[in-house]
């Protein structure tokens, strides 16, 4: 069983940066890949970012590529999302998810997910 817990939401404008960072309960954290993923009102949740287990590979929507970043590290059981740039089409809640599989997550089948935190970017 994982739990995971988002943070570092908030209100920003364009252009701002912003971190997202979610913690993980359990001691297989490094066993798991881990992605993000972002709902907007209205819209179906989307895919955003994932890290594989080791911190060495990462696939990221088009939309974000260039400007989000996501990274792990193992060792505090955390995985980050370093938003740059943000646009006011980026404002969602998003989620943080695990999974065992890299290309599941790819996929938005997700064994874990968090509760969400707000991301609110204005114009």
């Known amino acids: 069983q994982v739990q995971l817990v988002e943070s570092g939401g908030g209100l920003v404008q364009a252009g701002d940066s912003l971190r997202l960072s979610c913690a993980a309960s359990?001691?297989?954290?490094?066993?798991?890949?881990m992605g993000w993923f972002r709902q907007a009102p209205g819209k179906e949740r989307e895919f955003v970012a994932v890290?594989?287990?080791?911190?060495?590979?990462?696939y990221y929507a088009d939309s974000v590529k260039g400007r989000f970043t996501i990274s792990r590290v193992n060792a505090k059981n955390t995985v980050y999302l370093q938003m740059n740039a943000l646009k006011p089409e980026d404002t969602a809640v998003y989620y943080c998810?695990?999974?065992?599989?890299?290309?599941?997550?790819?996929?938005?089948?997700?064994?874990?997910w968090g509760q969400g935190t707000q991301v609110t970017v204005s114009s």
């Open positions: 998810a695990a999974d065992r599989s890299f290309i599941a997550i790819r996929r938005g089948g997700c064994d874990y």
């Open positions: 359990g001691r297989t954290f490094s066993s798991y890949a």
């Open positions: 890290i594989d287990w080791s911190g060495g590979g990462t």
